[in-house]
């Protein structure tokens, strides 16, 4: 059954729930092999790299997976000036990355949207050269933004944008987050950075309370129905200083499980979307060392990085048990360098490496 359903051309949601429900070691080789072959086909086998500078930890935001809420008070609060995110910038394009993503947690106020303007201009005019004649390829990851301040952002020069849904249904959005963040406020945002021409990316978390496969399938299909271009998903994990902490000890049972579900939720959306780019998300690697050179061998095409400078980098912790906290930025980039082509891959250095379903969409 499986061999029939992976030479199909038109996967139904039965076959999607099919797939994210393989289990054996033959199973998951088949679902790898094809996922790979797709790659191959419809992108490039080539792995793009993405120098992630955690600019902020502030966040106006309350979400309750989240060690950087605004309620968590252990956190020691860090802003990194403008000299030392250009700085980190100039050194992701001095060392062939091509692109970078500038996340941080969520300010909407006119200072942080004239900060993001300002870098993004000065970092875009700062790398660029002979190999990157436009500078470096910025994503930015910096949550809901009104529809104006999106477009300063795009005529700064970042010409792409990552705002999770953490989950395609509302219900299950609603008891991730307070009432203060609304799910269609959400799906709006992402529909306006389309508009405006940003390559868009989403993605969900995997493995949360309560939710079924059949969400999961749901999710799948949210990003085909949104067009979207990239995706950038991983594992529930559980921040100790947040409401979810006394749910630990379950979790660590469901390691394996939830670990397992990250890579086929890899697999099964590279199959079905084909041409978007997908993160190996650094949360595969918190749960096992080689976590994130498997999600590259399930399907995913895109790496990130940590460049931010170590001093702050242990301040910024989504969930526990991040990798690499106090590794220098070059330290990482040896590393990744095994780490990719320990897999067989090569890295696109140098390149942007856009997502190639935004280049088919938008052909002059
Ligand atoms: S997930 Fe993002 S928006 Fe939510 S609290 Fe954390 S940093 Fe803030």
């Not at 790898?32 to 600019?55: H, N």
């Amino acid at each position: 059954m499986i061999d029939k359903i992976l030479d199909k051309d038109n996967l139904t949601k039965e076959d999607l729930k099919f797939l994210l429900s393989l289990e054996t070691p033959e199973e998951l080789e088949k679902l790898k092999k094809k996922a790979f072959q797709i790659l191959k086909e419809f992108s490039s086998e080539k792995v793009y790299l993405r120098g992630l500078i955690e600019f902020s930890n502030i966040c106006i935001n309350d979400c309750y997976y989240c060690g950087i809420r605004k309620s968590n008070h252990n956190v020691h609060r860090y802003t990194l000036n403008k000299e030392e995110i250009v700085d980190s910038a100039i050194w992701a394009a001095e060392n062939k990355y091509g692109s970078i993503v500038l996340q941080s947690g969520e300010r909407s106020d006119s200072k942080f949207v004239d900060l993001i303007v300002d870098i993004v201009q000065e970092i875009k005019e700062k790398t660029k050269s002979e190999i990157l004649p436009n500078g470096l390829g910025i994503t930015l990851s910096i949550g809901e933004q009104s529809y104006e301040d999106y477009k300063r952002f795009f005529d700064a020069g970042a010409h792409r944008y990552l705002l999770r849904i953490e989950s395609s249904s509302k219900e299950l959005y609603g008891e991730l987050h307070p009432n203060s963040l609304n799910w269609e406020n959400r799906n709006q945002c992402l529909k306006n950075l389309k508009k405006i021409g940003f390559q868009v990316g989403t993605g969900v978390m995997i493995g949360f309370p309560n939710q079924t496969l059949d969400d999961l399938v749901n999710d799948i299909l949210f990003f085909k129905e949104m067009d979207i271009d990239m995706i950038g998903m991983g594992p529930f994990l559980i921040h100790n200083e947040t409401p979810y902490a006394d749910m630990e000890e379950i979790y660590s049972k469901r390691k394996e499980e939830i670990y397992k579900l990250a890579l086929k939720m890899i697999a099964v959306t590279r199959i079905y979307l084909k041409d978007v780019n997908i993160a190996a998300a650094t949360a595969l690697q918190a749960m096992y060392p080689l976590g994130r050179e498997a999600g590259l061998t399930y399907g995913a095409n895109v790496f990130m990085p940590n460049i931010t400078p170590a001093a702050v980098r242990g301040e910024y912790q989504l969930y526990n048990g991040k990798p690499c906290l106090d590794e220098l930025a070059s330290d990482c980039l040896d590393c990744v360098v095994r780490r990719i082509e320990s897999t067989g891959r090569t890295i696109g250095f140098d390149f942007w490496g856009d997502s190639k379903h935004f280049k088919d969409n938008n052909l002059d």
